[in-house]
């Protein structure tokens, strides 16, 4: 009884303890596989013929994993201000990666409408020699409140935009819209 004590008193100790916010590493791996299948950043392509390279990779990913709230790994956030959904549920994460932009200046746009998580994000830029710079950081706090955060970038023509987030809370969930434009 008293060894189930100490066991249960250093458990709640250890998940006491916040998780460290994701880092711009978590869509490294599909940030590279879309560098790879476009080679160097080229301003004089057409959005256009771009943006039907991009559909033939995302068709050959959503046929994989359907891009849903279920994929394992990285989804993909079309620029384009759709909302896609999901629900982040206790210590785990979710992980969102864009095209190579063709503007200078993109709005991420998240929106926490339910849930009671302690969540990070951490918004990455990775150009196409693979240098990773963190834009932006921000908590949504505990409780149930709703909130809207959005997050202006700038200077990211020809870079890929990886949006990292993590619920920090054991036991609740993070239920969320995200849109990018």
């Known amino acids: ?3 189930s ?4 008193g250093v458990f709640l100790v250890l998940v006491s303890f916040p998780s460290l916010a994701q880092n711009c590493n978590q ?3 599909l940030a590279k596989k879309t560098w790879e299948s476009w080679g160097t950043w080229n301003p004089k392509l057409q959005e256009g ?6 559909q033939k990779l995302k068709n050959s990913w959503n046929s994989l994993v359907s891009n849903t709230g279920f994929t394992i790994g990285p989804r993909f ?5 759709i909302y896609q959904n999901g629900t982040i549920r206790g210590q785990t994460s979710s992980t969102f990666v864009t095209p190579p932009s063709f503007n200078d200046k993109m709005i991420i746009d998240i929106y926490k409408y339910a849930g009671r998580a302690q969540t990070s994000v951490v918004i990455c830029a990775m150009d196409s020699d693979g240098v990773l710079t963190q834009l932006e950081s921000f908590t949504f706090s505990n409780g149930k409140s709703r909130k809207r955060k959005k997050f202006t970038l700038n200077n990211i023509k020809g870079k890929i935009i990886i949006v990292a987030m993590k619920n920090l809370s054991v036991g609740y969930r993070f239920s ?3 849109r990018a434009w």
């Open 176 to 178: 969320y819209k995200i």
């Open 49 to 54: 013929t771009f943006n039907k390279e991009v």
């Open 1 to 3: 009884m008293k060894k």
């Open 77 to 81: 956030l079309e620029v384009v201000g």
């Open 5 to 8: 004590i100490i066991i249960l």
């Open 27 to 29: 869509g490294k791996n």
